[in-house]
């Protein structure tokens, strides 16, 4: 059965100061009895040691009678055989106490209060009795006792005054427990609303809710972890938004690149199939076609090798060799394309410079990140440098570039990305992938990349490779 938490938190609370209320309202109880028959007790003893004081003179004893009578008091006096000596009666009565309890009377100890439903006449009476003996002053001998009782309904009778009162406690107690267990559950409750509230907005898609922290207690505590949750899915989707923009950024480049190559070769297509090329100009028409094949395989290839690397579905192999010869190889390469832009190629390494890498992607990530300074230096230099020290092998590319502000910078590693979208239809930067596929390739080797750039002065990439 559905029960709202309101009801839950104030049928709890109600519960505890219930609890509490019964069980004080039973000590109480307990207490005031005790209380009364011991205030009884001492009261029948002192009426006891009263008539002792004066020698048990008859006179004395029913002048006391008299006086306790309207209480409902009793004296009765016994001898020494247990045989009542007072009141005086033409019919002989014994008190009935045990002979266990008459050898204590002997020895000097006073009975306690004790109770018995009859009296010593034998009538039905409920009463509370307390025996003190007395001896002999000359001779010090044991005499008899004394017996005063009081009726049990005397007693009973000022209890029930304060069971009454009690009682009136008690429902002015349950009065105001059930107005307290509501504001309790009201505040408990309004502080889960509230947070009830921020949930259902952050749920619609508001991420500038925030709770109050006063630290108090663990709703607080919740509210702080609520607010950090917050924050996290804010960032989370400010992320999200902007790397949807560059998705679609990205496929809009990459339908535009993909269009231009596909135009031409179907253009030249055609023209070759209706014979509309001069025979002279054919070899050049199928070198322009292999030239945009290869552009577009290049974007194709660049995107699965970023998923593959991404979901971990490459595997290493590495090993150790020269990196010179790989740095050597890779510059030949492409001096062709950095003197297109008017750059020059410098190396700069040991012939013996060895590096621990899976050869293949070694030669990507160096690849990668020469094309970068080449896509972004005009008529300057791009020196790859090489060296070791104690624990790693060093590669530096630094180039005399366009250069990035420290916010390019931060972004350079990641997807679609272009730091100068004037150059993205260049034919080395497709599609933004080049330097986030370094960052994971660098990463799976256990290896670091660095980067230096300051506007119109260049950049620096810093590769370190740990030994094996």
């Not at 509490?20 to 009895?33: D, H, T, W, Y």
């Not at 010869?325 to 390494?349: P, R, T, W």
Request: proline share 2%; aromatic share 10%.
């Amino acid at each position: 059965m559905r029960m709202n938490y309101f009801y839950q938190q104030m049928l709890a609370f109600f519960a505890v100061v219930m609890t509490v209320l019964i069980i004080l309202g039973f000590s109480f109880l307990q207490f005031a009895r005790n209380t009364a028959y011991q205030s009884t007790e001492k009261q029948l003893f002192g009426y006891a040691e009263s008539l002792i004081d004066v020698d048990l003179q008859t006179e004395k004893i029913e002048n006391g009678q008299i006086i306790l009578k309207n209480q409902g008091v009793s004296i009765f006096v016994f001898d020494y055989k247990d045989d009542m000596i007072y009141p005086s009666t033409t019919k002989k009565y014994v008190s009935g106490i045990s002979d266990g309890d008459l050898n204590k009377l002997k020895n000097g100890e006073p009975l306690t209060l004790s109770q018995r439903s009859t009296d010593f006449f034998g009538n039905q009476v409920d009463t509370a009795i307390v025996y003190q003996p007395f001896f002999t002053q000359s001779t010090g001998e044991f005499s008899g006792f004394i017996a005063v009782s009081a009726p049990i309904s005397t007693i009973e009778a000022s209890l029930k005054d304060i069971r009454n009162n009690l009682f009136s406690a008690f429902v002015f107690s349950l009065i105001g427990a059930t107005i307290a267990s509501y504001l309790f559950a009201k505040f408990q409750v309004s502080r889960i609303n509230r947070i009830r509230s921020a949930t259902h907005k952050v749920a619609k898609g508001d991420f500038n809710v925030q709770l109050e922290n006063r630290e108090m207690d663990e709703f607080d505590d919740l509210a702080a972890d609520f607010n950090s949750m917050v924050d996290s899915l804010k960032k989370s989707q400010e992320e999200i938004e902007r790397q949807e923009n560059r998705r679609r950024q990205f496929m809009a480049d990459a339908a535009h690149e993909m269009r231009t190559p596909l135009t031409t070769i179907n253009g030249l297509l055609e023209g070759i199939e209706h014979d509309m090329i001069p025979e002279n100009q054919k070899q050049r028409s199928i070198q322009l076609m292999q030239n945009e094949t290869r552009r577009l395989i290049r974007l194709v290839n660049e995107n699965l090798d970023y998923e593959k690397i991404r979901s971990n579905q490459i595997i290493l192999q590495k090993q150790t060799f020269n990196a010179y010869e790989v740095l050597e190889m890779i510059v030949e390469q492409l001096e062709v394309k950095a003197n297109e832009s008017g750059n020059e190629l410098i190396l700069d390494c040991p012939t013996d410079l060895l590096v621990f890498a899976d050869y293949d992607r070694f030669s990507q990530i160096i690849v990668n990140i020469i094309q970068n300074a080449i896509q972004f230096t005009d008529n300057g230099k791009i020196s790859i440098t090489g060296y070791s020290d104690e624990n790693e092998s060093i590669i530096k590319i630094k180039d005399s570039g366009i250069g990035m502000s420290a916010e390019e910078v931060e972004s350079i590693w990641e997807r679609y990305y272009k730091a100068d979208v004037s150059r993205k239809n260049t034919k080395y930067g497709e599609s933004g992938l080049g330097l986030a596929i370094v960052q994971q390739l660098v990463t799976l080797h256990g290896a670091s990349v660095t980067v230096e750039s300051l506007p119109g002065e260049g950049t620096t990439f810093t590769l370190s490779f740990p030994f094996e």
